[in-house]
C-alpha cells in the first residue's frame, strides 16, 4: 500500500483523501484471468490534451510502483501483494482499456467524453480499480 499512497494518489489531494487501494489491489489480483470487453474501439481519439498528460504520468507512476516493487522498496515490510510487481503490471497492461473504453451516451448522463476519462483516472488514482474496470467492462459493481 505505501506505494500506492506515495506514487498513485493525486499529487493535489491532501493525506486526508479516502481511497481504496487496499481493495483495488485486492481486485487486482482476484481479476487476473477475465473474459475480454466487447468493445473494438477506444475513445484515445477524443482524448484532450489535459487527460492524455494525466494519462501519461499516471503510466510513468505506476512504471515507477512496478519498479519499487521489483526491487524491494522496503525490506522492512514482509513481502506481500502490496510489494509484489504482478498488480501493477496488470493495470499497466489494462489501463487503456479501463480509461478509455466507451460508453453509451444515455449511460453518463449528459457528462462528455472527456469528463468521463478525467473522472476514471482519478478514480484509478484513488484505487477504485473495480468501480472503474466494471465500468469500462459494462458490468455493474
Known amino acids: 500500500m505505501h ?3 506515495r506514487f498513485l494518489l493525486p499529487i493535489s489531494q491532501t493525506t486526508q483523501l479516502l481511497h481504496s487501494w487496499h ?3 485486492l481486485f487486482i489480483e482476484a ?3 477475465h473474459d475480454p470487453p466487447d468493445f473494438r474501439s477506444t475513445w484515445r481519439r477524443f482524448l484532450s490534451k ?3 498528460i494525466a494519462m ?3 503510466m510513468a507512476a505506476i512504471v515507477h510502483c512496478i519498479v519499487l516493487s521489483s526491487t524491494g522498496f522496503d525490506p522492512e515490510i514482509p513481502h506481500s ?3 509484489s510487481p504482478a498488480p501493477f503490471w ?3 497492461i489494462h489501463l487503456e482499456c479501463l480509461i478509455l473504453a466507451p460508453s453509451a451516451r444515455p449511460s453518463r448522463d449528459g457528462v462528455s467524453i472527456n469528463q468521463t476519462i478525467a473522472h476514471r483516472i ?3 488514482r484513488g484505487g477504485a480499480i473495480a468501480d472503474t474496470y466494471a465500468e469500462a467492462m459494462g458490468h455493474t459493481p
Do not use: P, V
Request: aromatic content about 8%; overall charge positive; proline content about 0%.
Open 122 to 124: 482519478a478514480s484509478i
Open 90 to 92: 496488470w493495470l499497466l
Open 23 to 25: 481493495e483495488g489491489l
Open 31 to 33: 481479476t487476473y484471468r
Open 56 to 58: 501519461r504520468e499516471l
Open 50 to 52: 489535459r487527460n492524455r
Open 81 to 83: 501483494i502490496t510489494h
Open 3 to 5: 506505494l500506492c499512497e
